[in-house]
């Protein structure tokens, strides 16, 4: 029986959905292709007519969850720029809801790691989803003594770190502390116009 080419993107979807829930939950390891099938409701068998191996999925996740939480992340923010859109970013994502929530948070604290031994393929998506985020954060916040790509690669860097640490650490104490320290380090001076600094 053949499919219209709809059908076979929608079940593609479906196990990208299904596989980002594992990965965030269990890691690469934890998430077997056969446990990723399960989970998106389809048989085994049908996993390579979408995806050549378990490491093409990874990096599909992962370039599916950058593309997808660009407009979480950015969403509504377009038109604020310096210390004003920092503010909401920085915040927007260093919070105790995406540190805790293992089926809608970030994924990339629980791949950052198997992404360091993937495939050059995973980490050519890896690349490209940073590389978008870092664009868009440099075109709206200044590089205040240096580039605006290094200060935009290095807040990019602190959040998934930060954001990996907290995870790792919770629930103790520490790891409200590093959410806390990051936001304040990020914004530390940098009051919105007419604001106050926080």
């Not at 029986?1 to 594992?22: C, D, F, N």
């Not at 502390?177 to 001076?189: I, K, N, P, S, Y």
């Amino acid at each position: 029986m053949r499919y219209a080419p709809e059908h076979k993107q929608a079940t593609r979807e479906r196990i990208l959905s299904a596989a980002e829930s594992l990965f965030r939950k269990e890691g690469f390891a934890g998430a077997s292709v056969e446990r990723v099938m399960r989970a998106a409701g389809l048989t085994v068998g049908g996993f390579y007519a979408h995806f050549a191996s378990k490491d093409t999925l990874l990096a599909e996740s992962v370039r599916a969850f950058f593309q997808r939480q660009q407009a979480r992340w950015l969403g509504g923010l377009e038109e604020l720029r310096g210390a004003e859109f920092l503010s909401h970013f920085v915040r927007r994502y260093l919070n105790h809801h995406i540190r805790d929530n293992m089926e809608t948070g970030c994924i990339m604290p629980s791949v950052l790691s198997d992404l360091t031994r993937g495939t050059p393929e995973s980490r050519e998506a890896l690349v490209e989803g940073l590389e978008a985020l870092a664009g868009a954060i440099g075109e709206r916040v200044p590089g205040e003594g240096v580039t605006e790509r290094k200060r935009a690669l290095a807040t990019v860097a602190l959040l998934f770190g930060a954001m990996t640490l907290a995870r790792a650490t919770r629930p103790l104490p520490l790891s409200d502390e590093v959410l806390e320290a990051a936001r304040d380090f990020l914004l530390a001076g940098r009051a919105p116009e007419g604001g106050k600094k926080r």
